[in-house]
Nanobody
Framework: QVQLLESGGGLVQAGGSLRLSCTASGNILAINTMAWYRQAPGKQRELFAHISGGAGTRYADSLKGRFTISRDNTENTVYLQMNSLKPEDTDDYYC???????????????WGQGTQVTVSS
């Protein structure tokens, strides 16, 4: 089994910054892609930032320049640096980590528990 632990959400004023982190632990042979999703109440979870095993990144066009995804492979951790936050960034944020597990040997993606980000105007 693999566990993901998210942290870093909270309340911030518009224009401020937050850094989210998501650490994977457990039965891990390798971590492949890592990603961040956001979800508003009553809406579908949507992908907005992705980082490959080779550290290639991709973002939703609306967030380019404000958010940065990065990873630390030694710590099995993915980060999301969020700058110039806006009230419309208020959402629940989830990490998704694609792993190859040791025993049994299989491929599985896991979700973090979610962390709430609230941006006040």
């Amino acid at each position: 089994q693999v566990q993901l632990l998210e942290s870093g959400g909270g309340l911030v004023q518009a224009g401020g910054s937050l850094r989210l982190s998501c650490t994977a632990s457990g039965n891990i042979l390798a971590i492949n892609t890592m990603a961040w999703y956001r979800q508003a109440p009553g809406k579908q979870r949507e992908l907005f930032a992705h980082i490959s095993g080779g550290a290639g990144t991709r973002y939703a066009d609306s967030l380019k320049g404000r958010f940065t995804i990065s990873r630390d492979n030694t710590e099995n951790t993915v980060y999301l640096q969020m700058n110039s936050l806006k009230p419309e960034d208020t959402d629940d944020y989830y990490c998704n980590v694609d792993t190859t597990t040791r025993t049994p040997w299989y491929h599985q993606a896991y979700w973090g528990q979610g962390t709430q980000v609230t941006v006040s105007s």
